[in-house]
Nanobody
Framework: QVQVVESGGGLVQAGRSLTLSCVAS????????MGWYRQAPGKQRELVAS???????DYTGSVKGRFTISRDNAKNTVYLQMDSLKPEDTAVYYC?????????WGQGTRVIVSS
């Protein structure tokens, strides 16, 4: 059973940066499409950014130019570099791993951006 564990959340002032990390278990990380999702209070979970096994990336419009997703296959880790944070980025951020029938979620890491 593949597991993913997020880290790096916290409280940060608007305009500052934060980097989230997600480590996946197992030997097949290279084949996974990895995604970062977030869920703000009272809102539905949304896709923030994703990166395929080939390194192709995609971002939701509100974070384009501010967030960068990357992966280190040697470390089974995906990162989300978040710059120029805004209060509206406040949410619980979840890591997701997908490949065929695999669809695994982490427990989430909370990000709070103060104004």
């Amino acid at each position: 059973q593949v597991q993913v564990v997020e880290s790096g959340g916290g409280l940060v002032q608007a305009g500052r940066s934060l980097t989230l990390s997600c480590v996946a278990s197992g030997q097949l990380f290279t084949f996974y499409t990895m995604g970062w999702y977030r869920q703000a209070p009272g809102k539905q979970r949304e896709l923030v950014a994703s990166i395929t096994n080939r390194g192709n990336t995609d971002y939701t419009g509100s974070v384009k130019g501010r967030f960068t997703i990357s992966r280190d296959n040697a470390k089974n880790t995906v990162y989300l570099q978040m710059d120029s944070l805004k209060p509206e980025d406040t949410a619980v951020y979840y890591c997701n791993a997908k490949s065929g029938p695999l669809d695994t979620w982490g427990q989430g890491t909370r990000v709070i951006v103060s104004s």
